[in-house]
């Protein structure tokens, strides 16, 4: 099936530093989504972006749905060892099949104390 | 409140047996959507389901069905089980239907049924 492609594939940082994440897509989506999954758990919604340019942050997050809608980034400030987990976006399509959401393969952070 | 539940958290099946697994929505949630997670892999969609009718289909095989109740929990139904099956079934609700005018509502995922195929 249709994948995102979400780059990098995995990260090994220092506590502390910033990260940043992307997501870019052959199709338009109307709707960029970003999750984060811990081993044993589904996915848990971190930011969701509606609108073209928009810029949302939630605490140290920060996501932002491109001018073209074919691409999305997540920055993370500061990080913290709870960061650790594997990061995925998900678009969803324009027009009547705008009910599924389609996923990149992940980000694996790692951080290390 | 409660998030989205499933049930059972693990589950295995031998090749060529058949598996339902469930799923409870968000209280007020009317929409349920249902994602195959392999390893080292993003979910893949499967079905949605609003108001109990089928509202898509993600390419999967007609071994793949699924229903939706009243109460709009859901049932996810596999038959003929095969290796390939072995995943992360993860359920997903929203309050909105995903069809034009429903609004974009996000979705919110329970931890998932881990199907293991012998």
């Known amino acids: 099936g249709q994948q995102l492609n979400q780059s990098p594939q995995s990260m090994f940082i220092q506590e502390g530093e910033d990260v940043s994440m992307n997501c870019t897509s052959s199709?338009?989506?109307?709707?960029w989504l970003w999750y984060k999954q811990d081993p044993g758990e589904g996915p848990v919604l971190l930011i969701a972006?509606?609108?073209?340019?928009e810029l949302t942050s939630n605490g140290r997050l920060t996501a932002q749905f491109g001018i073209t809608r074919k691409d999305s980034f997540l920055n993370i400030s500061a990080s913290i060892p709870s960061d650790v987990g594997i990061y995925f976006c998900?678009?969803?399509?324009?027009?009547?099949?705008?009910?599924?959401?389609?996923f990149g393969k992940g980000t694996l952070l790692t951080v290390n104390p | 409140d409660a998030g989205v539940t499933q049930s059972p958290t693990h589950l295995i099946k031998t090749r060529g047996q058949h598996v339902t697994l469930r799923c409870s929505p968000i209280?007020?949630?009317?929409?349920v959507s249902w994602y195959q997670q392999v390893l080292g892999q993003g979910p893949q969609f499967i079905f949605q389901?609003?108001?109990?009718?089928?509202?898509g289909r993600g390419n999967f095989p007609d071994r793949f069905s699924a229903r939706q109740f009243p109460n709009y929990s859901s049932e996810l139904n596999v038959n003929a089980l095969l290796l390939g099956d072995s995943a992360l079934y993860l359920c997903?609700?929203?309050?909105?239907?995903?069809?034009?005018?429903?609004?974009?509502?996000?979705?919110?995922f329970g931890d998932g049924t881990r199907l293991s195929i012998l």
């Open positions: 997903a609700s929203s309050s909105g239907g995903g069809f034009l005018g429903a609004g974009n509502q996000p979705q919110h």
């Open positions: 199709s338009i989506f109307n709707t």
């Open positions: 972006l509606y609108k073209a340019g």
């Open positions: 998900a678009g969803r399509n324009s027009g009547g099949s705008n009910y599924k959401l389609t």
């Open positions: 209280s007020g949630h009317k929409s």
């Open positions: 389901y609003y108001e109990k009718e089928e509202r």
